[in-house]
């Protein structure tokens, strides 16, 4: 690629602002000093003190919050158990299965999700949808943990077991700890993936539970209040924050992913 | 009885066959390497005696005990890897400890024998230091402490030289020779480097598709392969072949086709008319300007038609009249004498009848 190609760098420019200016509007209105999303009136922090107190709001991102880091929990454990087990046994049906649910709707996942739990009497709640975030996180963090595992030299593992290490010793003291950035930022995905959910939560919530997105957008069913772009701004602040934090840890993960998916 | 004994082990992968029917045996204290060239099946035999693979049929054992059913990390041997395979993630003395710590040595004691293993591979002080901050050579020595620190029964060497550079490979071979003698632990050692074979080993087996051409002493290697193969793999050599046309007790007479009957010592005792090869080594022929010395044996002229002045010695391939190339090989260590030969130049070349070695077939 030639840095100096101008028609490259316009084309580059017109797609990255396709992508972010909404979200600049989103982010500047949220200190705009008026109730309507229409002109500049003058900055104000206000929006963000009323969500303060808002204790629908912050029930919600509670809520959010326990299903994220559940979901990250379980679904960095069972995922890197998938990771092992694809880059173990080169069965291409396993990799199949693990990403179909990515790739699947969203709508379907949930719907189906929801008469799942239905057909088994499971009340919808917390535990429904951290369940239902743990199915499609476990696909992301199998992807970034075999990415890992890939550029790992193989030989290590039976260098470890020469040495005397049972299997499980082989994968505790050598493999993991060669591998922990990949979970590492396998589960901060799965927490930015869960927080942010909104499809599969909706079907899987039931009627009492609200978590953040759930609460944005009963609100804009009435009207896009600032307080709304607040609520975005910080919560695309945590992604973002996040995603970078995942990049960093494992600089293999954008890679592997657009590898993985494409 | 022998510490390892490889009896009839043959190893297949679909249609092809690495390891065929290999039997052979380690003695203890015994400095043993598998030799050949790439795909020969040598390190596919390494990773059956560490565990890592299992033959389709014949055994490994050890000590008179089947290694069958013991996984890698339950076998008394350790390996010493091409690639060093060191943990990254550890510091040396983390390398080093790691065997301990599995086998349950106590943590107390622990440290003395850290030490004792980095001063065996003469790393003392390295102790702190991360894989990534130490030279090829230190890596292989720390690959070497970590395989020695639990005195394993035998110790598997997979090409541990192959990576460095020549210099260096051979300030590592005496190293070898010595902490092996040291240890007294029976090695095992693969490579496709002759010489370095040659140099390191008291016995050699040399591979080749899969099965052992010949197994014995380096000498005898060198200087009696028992094959056309094994003549031709170590080191150089003239092969000629052709029949047996007469025998004089245990002088027979080949007659080659572009140099007319050559005359050679052996042993064995072929039958007229029956087919064979002698190899010839070239540094065992004289090669000389002038007539011919009137000593028994055989001589040949010819013409200097390729030389390769290598800086210690000169190879020069001479043709001969009826068309046969010969190669022979003179040291520079006249004084100034750089080369003795011109291409061109008429020479004159012989060697005594036990110079030669016959191999019947």
Known sequence: MRKSDPWLRASALVAYAFLYVPLAIVVVYSFNDSRLNAEWVGFTLDWYRKLAGDGAMIAAAGNSLVIGISASVVSTVLGTMAGVAMHRYRLRVLPLLILAPIAIPEILTGVSLLIFFVMLNVTLGLVSVAIAHITFCIGFVAIVVRARLAGMDETLTEAARDCGASPWNAFRYVTLPLIMPGVIAGALMAFTLSIDDFVITFFTAGAGTITLPLQIYSMIKISVTPEVNAVSTLLMLLTLVLIIAAARISPTLLRSTQESTS | MALLDIKGVTRRFGEFTAVDNVSLSVEAGEFFTLLGPSGCGKTTLLRMIAGFDLPDAGSVLLDGEDLAHRPPEARPVRTVFQSYALFPHMTVEGNVAFPLQMAKVPPRDRPQRIAAALEDVRLTGYDKRFPHELSGGQKQRVAVARALVTHPAVLLLDEPLAALDAKLREELQIELINLQKEVGIAFVYVTHDQTEALALSHRIAVMNHGRVEQLDVPSRIYGFPNSRFVADFIGQCNLYSGQVVARDGTIVAIDVPSLGPVRVATRSEPALGSSGTIALRPEQIRIAAGAPADAPGNHYRGTVA????????????????????????????????????????????SWPVDAGHFIAG
Request: net charge negative; glycine share 16%.
């Open chain 2, 306 to 349: 390729d030389l390769l002045y290598m800086g210690d010695v000169t190879v020069y391939k001479v043709e001969t009249s009826g068309g046969s190339r010969i190669e022979a090989l003179l040291a520079n260590s006249q004084g100034g004498g750089a080369k003795f030969f011109e291409v061109g130049d008429q020479v004159e070349m």
